[in-house]
Nanobody, 127 residues
C-alpha cells in the first residue's frame, strides 16, 4: 500500500531553518515525482516545490514564493524526500504536505497530477 508520512514540523523563529521529511513506502520512489504543498488556515492550498522522478531527470521546480529559500532533496535509498527550508518567514506558517505524482517530470502547481498525499506536518514561524 502506498503511504507518505511527513515529519519535522516545528516552531521556529523568523530567519531560521527547518528540514521536513517525507517518508514513503509501498512504491518504487525512484520512478515517481514528489511534490510539496502547504495550506494555512483561511488560505488556499499552495504548491511550492517538487522533484521529478530519478528515472526521468530528477529535476526540481519551485514556486516564486519559496525559490532561493527552499530546496527539495531525495534519498531513494532511504525512501525519503526532504524539504530544506531556510530564511523562514511568518507567512511560511502552514501545514505542509508531500504527495506522489502520477507523471514523470513534475510541476509544483499541477495539483491534479498527484494521487497520494501524506497527513501533513505543522510549521509555525514566529518570534
Amino acid at each position: 500500500q502506498v503511504q507518505l508520512v511527513e515529519s519535522g514540523g516545528d516552531l521556529v523563529k523568523p530567519g531560521g531553518s527547518l528540514r521536513l521529511s517525507c517518508s514513503t513506502s509501498g512504491f518504487f520512489l525512484d520512478a515517481y515525482p514528489i511534490g510539496w504543498f502547504r495550506q494555512a488556515p483561511g488560505k488556499e492550498r499552495e504548491g511550492i516545490a517538487c522533484v521529478s522522478s530519478s528515472t526521468s531527470t530528477g529535476s526540481t521546480d519551485y514556486s516564486d514564493s519559496v525559490k532561493g529559500r527552499f530546496t527539495v532533496l531525495r534519498d531513494n535509498a532511504k525512501k525519503t524526500v526532504y524539504l530544506q527550508m531556510n530564511s523562514l518567514r511568518p507567512e511560511d506558517t502552514a501545514v505542509y504536505y508531500c504527495a506522489r505524482g502520477n507523471t514523470h517530470v513534475c510541476s509544483h502547481s499541477a495539483f491534479d497530477e498527484y494521487d497520494f498525499w501524506g497527513q501533513g506536518t505543522q510549521v509555525t514561524v514566529s518570534s
